[in-house]
């Protein structure tokens, strides 16, 4: 083992008391202590450089010119460097400078997160990922840690995290901004090749002077045992020359080395117990005093102690100063040699070294990229690379917390730039004003081709295009939500064949002017209502500004029987709204306006300049709503708009309300209407009925009916009464005359033409 207890240099030549030294032993001493000297002047070197030159045939000293570019060739007027050293321990500096700033071993470490973020690393390489391995403080429902997941497309919800094999932390959710909580992992430099120190790197100074200076433990002081040793037991770590922050000497679970146990160096800890420790490896320093005890024995005792002796220190022990040992836990030139080593690399975690950010990286905007050159640094947080969009776009195997790869802002689609000389162009002119003055189209927006379809915006007609530019393509707008038209001017749908517009809920058109459907076919909207109770085609307008709700224009050419707006089922039509052609008589095969001709002394016929609109409807009668009295008189059915009075019934109104009895007025409720004359709050619809004014609706009749009798009311129902055989009172109580016969006594549904005799 190198450094043993082998002496270099042994001066032989001894005196007895009284004697004379004679010349040859003088000689002797002189010739031993020049060589001593020599030897040590030959490791140690001329500290001054007062041997230059090296050699007569060269000027060429130790280290190369300052600056010196290659073998051969130094700037101009510089020289080799002299050493210039005054003292070697000075210029070696104090050995606890070499104190790691992280120990070797398996271990557990804590550190704090970071606030209000949803990516961050750990500050060191995980020695493992396992969940039992990993932990954080804030784990309860609604934080940032609650689930851990091993994939990290598989986010579910808020809490969700997952972390990497170099410790790259995701989360669903930003930490806490004031008190994100700590992680604890475990860490190994030693599968980092010791990280910020070489592997088996120990400390020097044993503890560290700041330790002492700021009133930590310094090594304990045993007690005596047979030979007059004293154990001397290393401390744990509590402080160091900075800790973790950089802004404290004082250690806390935040720093890897807080708390660990500091043992001897490596090449002392292969002793065995009770060998003597050589010189040179190993000192006891009185911190309180600074008296180093140079001549004292050494003794290993253990991976954590020594023992001492020859020297008694028991009077500083009894006064309570402070020691530590010094030894040589971490060299020089094996830490510039892993210094060396650890240069070579590509910041991949390797050596332990933290990931870096991509804010800390710089030349991401060099050019040049275009006619401009490169582009400029963002203003917009994390753009670092504002020239970039993802080549390959939208990527599939993302989750919802990284909106499953989709633009999270504007895609902004540029000008064409305004053109200087041949081939400039003005900075800025990418993007226009807002109010449309730039007479200038925008880029496409293209898919497949440039010319086969896209869209793109004209500057001077503030007009933007849709296109699809081939011979039958489409433009298609489809949706299960809600599709919106939102525009101050007018829309425009513009097609040779059919303008068709499908939305599984609302279909919204906001225009401030009027929307212009242009086309060959025909317009369809098919808005299919997924939600009871809302209108599957609704119009809004401002009444206080709008002369109409809704106007549908039909050209001066229309005929008889074309149907301005139709009601149909899969079983066909149910009504509508239809034209009267101007052109048709409206009296007989004549006229409508009757005046004498002057001329011919005949009968002139005048058609009406207009036509007009008729409603058509299979239902049959105008009604309105009637409070009911008191709903406790009936036995309701299930009706939608109508509180439930079976179909036929006769009832009586008084007091702006309708009666199970009499007196009031009796009347027929209706299922049937064409029309209802007055609306009521939908709220109040269940607490009224439909009474039909006239028109044709079903009555409960008891007894047989003829087709053409009178009914008149009975109770809640009406018989029938010939016309031949009718009294007068009873023609006075006619409510209308059956159109529908029944033959059987029991009761049954007529039709009645309600108001007819």
């Known amino acids: 083992m190198a450094d043993k207890l082998e002496q270099g240099i042994s001066v032989d030549v001894t005196f007895v008391d009284g004697e004379t030294p004679s010349a040859a032993k003088l000689s002797a001493i002189t010739a031993q202590m020049r060589n001593a000297a020599d030897a040590l002047e030959r490791a140690v070197g001329d500290i001054h450089d007062q041997s230059y030159p090296y050699s007569t045939a060269t000027k060429e000293r130790l280290s190369i010119a300052y600056g010196r570019s290659d073998d051969t060739t130094s700037l101009s007027g510089a020289d080799g460097r002299p050493l210039d050293i005054a003292s070697i321990a000075r210029l070696i500096g104090p050995a606890s400078a070499l104190n790691p700033g992280l120990l070797p071993g398996l271990r557990d470490y804590t550190e704090d997160v970071p606030a209000d973020t949803t990516a961050f690393s750990f500050r060191y390489p995980p020695a493992s990922i396992a969940p039992w391995d990993i932990s954080f403080t804030k784990t309860a429902p609604g934080e940032a840690f609650q689930t851990r997941h091993l994939d990290a497309s598989l986010f579910t919800g808020a809490g969700g995290y997952y972390v990497d094999g170099d410790g790259r932390v995701s989360t669903a959710q930003a930490t806490d901004a004031s008190d994100p909580g700590t992680v604890t992992y475990k860490i ?60 404290s000497v004082t250690l806390d679970a935040t720093d890897p080395n807080f708390g660990e146990q500091l043992v001897l160096p490596a090449v002392i800890t292969g002793y065995t117990v009770g060998d003597v420790i050589p010189s040179g490896f190993l000192l006891l320093k009185n911190w309180t005093t600074g008296e180093v005890y140079d001549t004292a024995t050494y003794y ?74 490169g582009y400029v640094t963002s203003a917009i947080e994390a753009n670092y690379a504002p020239q970039y969009l993802n080549r390959y776009g939208y990527q599939s195997g993302e989750n919802l917390f990284n909106d499953y790869n989709c633009m999270r802002g504007d895609l902004l689609i540029g000008q064409y730039p305004v053109s200087v000389g041949e081939d400039g162009q003005i900075p800025g002119k990418y993007v226009g004003t807002t109010s449309g003055t730039t007479t200038t189209t925008s880029y496409k927006l293209a898919f497949s081709h440039p010319d086969v379809a896209y869209m793109y915006m004209d500057r001077q ?25 939102d525009s101050e001017d007018d829309i425009l749908l513009d097609a040779v064949d059919n303008v068709a517009v499908t939305a599984g809920t609302d279909f919204t058109v906001a225009v401030g002017n009027s929307i212009n459907a242009q086309v060959t076919n025909r317009v369809v909207f098919d808005c299919l209502s997924t939600t009871a109770g809302n209108p599957a085609f609704y119009i809004s307008a401002d009444t206080s500004t709008a ?57 002139r016929v005048d058609v009406p300049a207009g036509g007009g609109a008729q409603y058509v409807s299979g239902n049959s009668d105008f009604a309105e709503y009637v409070l009911v009295g008191n709903l406790d008189e009936w036995e309701l059915e299930d009706c939608e708009v109508q509180a439930g009075i079976p179909v036929g019934t006769i009832v009586y109104v008084r007091d702006m309300a309708l009666w199970r009895d009499g007196p009031g007025s009796p009347m027929l409720v209706s299922r049937q209407a064409c029309i209802v004359g007055n609306a009521v709050p939908e709220e109040m619809e269940k607490k009224c009925e ?62 009645c033409a309600v108001g007819k005799k």
């Open 188 to 247: 190994d430099p030693e599968s980092w090749f010791g990280g910020p120190s070489y592997m088996g790197g120990r400390f020097n100074v044993m503890p560290g002077p700041n330790q002492l200076s700021a009133g930590g433990a310094g090594c304990a002081i045993g007690a005596l045992d047979g030979q007059n040793r004293r154990p001397v037991t290393l401390p744990t770590v509590t402080h160091s020359q900075m800790n973790e922050s950089m802004d």
């Open 300 to 373: 290993y005792n253990g991976e954590k102690s020594v023992l001492i002796g020859g020297v008694d220190i028991t009077a500083e022990v009894l006064r309570g100063d402070d020691f530590a040992i010094v030894t040589v836990g971490t060299d020089i030139t094996t830490s510039v040699d892993d210094l060396r080593r650890k240069m070579r690399h590509a910041h991949d975690r390797t050596f332990g070294e933290p990931l870096v950010p991509a804010a800390s990286l710089t030349d991401w905007t060099a050019g040049p990229w275009g006619a401009r050159g």
């Open 461 to 485: 007609t503030n007009t933007l295009h849709m296109v699809s530019a081939i011979t039958g393509g489409a433009v298609e707008i489809e949706a299960d939500g809600d599709i919106t038209l």
């Open 547 to 603: 002369d109409s709700i809704l106007e549908l224009a039909i050209d001066g050419n229309f005929s008889t029987g074309e149907r301005f707006v139709e009601f149909a089922d899969d079983g066909g039509r149910l009504g509508s709204i239809r034209a009267v052609n101007a052109s048709a008589p409206a009296f007989g095969t004549s006229g409508a306006l009757y005046a004498w001709d002057s001329s011919g002394g005949g009968l």
């Open 690 to 751: 439909l009474l039909s004014f006239i028109g044709q609706v079903p009555a409960m009749c008891h007894g047989p009916c003829e087709s053409g009798d009178y009914l008149i009311p009975e109770g809640n129902h009406v018989v029938a009464v010939s016309p031949d055989k009718i009294s007068f009172t009873e023609h006075l109580r006619v409510i209308g005359t059956a159109w529908t016969s029944k033959t059987s006594e029991e009761p049954g549904l007529v039709l």
